[in-house]
């Protein structure tokens, strides 16, 4: 095994079992890309085995704190059953599910999803991506599922100086599905899609939505970022007049129209606009429009907290302009799925937005990533999404 020895006093976050290494913390030693290397303290204590990636900053990921644990293909099918039990004891009420998140479920840069008998996986450092043949395998073998899907297209490859790949790794066939969540149905493509097909890790806010509309009747409701209008649908189901979904994706907002039509709702409940969202804000708000509700789910605008600063500035404005536009006792469901903007900042932020705006509103709910997304108490980077229900006072 190659050693890593790291400079002293940098030995503390493997300390604590956190799971990752910078390259500034390391005083000598390498690796091949992938490759088991041992960590070691400025001293020469044991720290961790991990997965060494030459060309990213995150230079080494932990796979285990037991030195005397072996990183062979015994060790990564029993971590990834782990990981699979967990999903099988939650009871999700979907045929969608996460069975794989990264560091949090102790395999470093693999994300793995269910959709059905389809399972796709994305390999974003290069310990994964070294292992790749025999966690597919092992991955078919623990699940049953017919086939696998790579989707390892994702802008962090190239931080580790990895290429995009996608395509089938095992089995073949359509990549248009169809998911069961909840008591709807929602179609995707596996290929196209975002991340890996489908937003999962708001499975439980889209539920809750779909509550809220059936307890407060919503009669017109605006869904911005609806991508293929996964809140519009249980909007609907939950009894919502009409959803007004907004997305700069035309193919995504034809997906949302086929998913409206899919669980059978009236298509005149249902409206589309290919528009940018912020300017859309800005003419409802001209024109003098209202909504009984309105989803705010934008897209990541701070990866890291150096892009915290002007991030926070746009999810100010977005939520300002949405506060103008509710109805009194209007209610918003606003996120941020940015890792750089933590719980603290995302509520404040929100609290800013109201004033700007001459509002007031009560926070009638916290929302987070579903239970399969699972946040670890030695790794709190797992926490990327966070949600407010927020009613706007009478």
């Known amino acids: 095994m190659k050693l890593i020895r790291l400079k002293?006093?940098?030995?503390?976050?493997l300390l604590r079992r956190h799971p990752w290494v910078f390259d500034g913390a390391i005083a000598k030693g390498g690796g091949d890309a992938g490759e088991t290397v041992r960590v070691e303290s400025a001293e020469g204590q044991f720290l961790a085995w991990g997965?060494?990636?030459?060309?990213?900053?995150?230079?080494?990921r932990a796979w285990s704190f037991d030195e005397a644990q072996r990183i062979d293909a015994d060790f990564l099918r029993a971590t990834l059953a782990r990981a699979i039990a967990l999903r099988t004891r939650l009871g999700i009420e979907s045929d969608g599910m996460r069975l794989v998140h990264g560091e949090s479920d102790g395999v470093?840069?693999?994300?793995v999803d269910r959709y059905g008998d389809t399972l796709v996986a994305q390999f974003t450092a290069c310990g994964v991506e070294r292992h790749k043949a025999l966690i597919a395998d092992a991955l078919i073998e623990l699940t049953g599922c017919a086939?696998?899907?790579?989707?390892?297209?994702?802008s962090s490859r190239k931080l580790e100086g990895l290429p995009e790949v996608t395509g089938w790794l095992r089995g073949s066939g359509p990549t248009a599905l169809v998911l069961r969540e909840h008591s709807w149905q929602l179609g995707l493509d596996i290929a196209q899609g975002h991340k890996t097909g489908f937003y999962l890790d708001q499975r439980d806010s889209r539920l809750v939505c779909s509550q809220y509309a059936l307890r407060l009747q919503f009669k017109q409701m605006l869904n911005c970022y609806s991508y293929t209008g996964g809140f519009t649908v249980a909007a609907l189901a939950g009894g919502a007049g009409h959803v007004t979904s907004i997305d700069s994706s035309a193919p995504a907002l034809q997906q949302a129209a086929a998913n409206v039509a899919l669980n059978g709702f009236d298509a005149a409940r249902a409206s589309f606009m290919d528009a940018d969202v912020n300017a859309s804000l800005r003419q409802f708000v001209a024109e003098g429009r209202q909504f009984d509700a309105i989803v705010l789910d934008p897209p990541k605008l701070a990866p890291t907290v150096a892009h915290a600063e002007r991030a926070a500035r746009a999810y100010k404005d977005i939520n300002r302009l949405a506060f103008k536009l509710l109805t009194p006792g209007?209610?918003?469901?606003?996120f941020s799925c940015?890792?750089?903007?933590?719980?603290?900042?995302f509520h404040k932020i929100v609290a800013s937005a109201g004033l700007d705006a001459?509002?007031?509103?009560?926070?009638?709910?916290?929302?987070g990533g579903a239970s399969d997304h699972p946040m670890t108490v030695n790794f709190p980077e797992g926490e990327y999404l966070k949600g407010l229900v927020v009613m706007k006072k009478q």
């Open 8 to 13: 002293p006093g940098k030995d503390r976050s």
């Open 51 to 60: 997965a060494f990636s030459p060309a990213s900053s995150i230079r080494v």
């Open 108 to 111: 470093p840069g693999l994300i």
């Open 147 to 154: 086939r696998l899907y790579e989707r390892s297209d994702t």
């Open 330 to 334: 209007g209610v918003l469901f606003t």
């Open 338 to 345: 940015s890792g750089g903007i933590g719980v603290e900042l």
């Open 358 to 367: 001459g509002v007031d509103g009560a926070i009638l709910q916290r929302l």
